[in-house]
């Protein structure tokens, strides 16, 4: 795209906090924006062909959202941990493999949404992120959930589309956690332990296309307490 329309779209962005440029064969995350560090508040490239967020991404200290779905991406940069203000991280449909500890660190955050990449390994270091209400990890190559995932704080967990076997007991504990989505995975009936029925906050569990017909979850104890909970939910919403 020609230097006349980048220009206008980052005199607009001077003035809105807001920059979005989508779908436009970009290569690389425009330089250009570093004039902006102080105003911008949300910046949405998706659509486009970056292969690598700059530790420049460090700078823009008021961004609050930061989208870069389909892209080329394989990883995130540790500066990333920096904004600090960073409440919605969206990047799906790239090639990330694995991510900073840094993550950890945006202390903000509320959404961050990671599906369709190549993740292999269940992030770890999330469980300081108290804001954080969507963690979305669908569509990956995650095998294993790992039993610190009792600190994450997340409201909703989707792993829809991974190849997880193994459910471990330490999910029930997650303290703010009313929705598991676990969609064509790799789980028996046997894998899913009672605790999440019984002792868990989960309303919603999401568990169709596994290695079971969803209406034996009927047969495991805690059935009727995770039923119980589950039409409350639904009664609230209608």
Not at 122 to 135: E, H, M, V
Request: glycine letters at 6%; charged letters at 20%.
């Amino acid at each position: 795209m020609g230097n006349s329309a980048l220009k206008s779209h980052l005199e607009t962005s001077q003035k809105t906090g807001v920059f979005q440029l989508t779908s436009k064969g970009l290569q690389e995350f425009p330089e250009e924006l570093q004039r902006l560090t102080g105003n911008l508040r949300m910046v949405d490239l998706s659509g486009n062909k970056i292969e690598v967020l700059p530790a420049a991404i460090g700078n823009f200290l008021q961004l609050k959202s930061l989208t870069l779905n389909s892209n080329r991406l394989t990883s995130i940069p540790a500066e990333i941990s920096k904004l600090k203000k960073l409440e919605t991280l969206i990047l799906n449909g790239n090639r990330i493999q694995q991510f900073p500890p840094t993550l950890g660190q945006l202390k903000a955050l509320r959404t961050l949404s990671l599906s369709g990449n190549q993740i292999s390994q269940f992030p770890s270091g999330l469980g300081t992120l108290r804001q954080l209400d969507l963690l979305d990890l669908s569509r990956n190559h995650i095998q294993n959930i790992p039993s610190e995932v009792s600190e994450l704080q997340a409201i909703e967990i989707n792993l829809n589309q991974n190849q997880i076997s193994v459910l471990p007991a330490e999910v029930s504990r997650c303290p703010r956690l009313k929705v598991l989505r676990l969609e064509e995975n790799c789980l028996e009936l046997s894998s899913i332990p009672g605790s999440i029925l019984k002792d868990s906050q989960v309303s919603l569990l999401s568990v169709e296309g596994n290695l079971f017909e969803v209406k034996q979850l009927r047969d495991l104890e805690g059935y009727e307490q995770y039923m119980e909970r589950y039409t409350a939910t639904k009664k609230k919403f209608t």
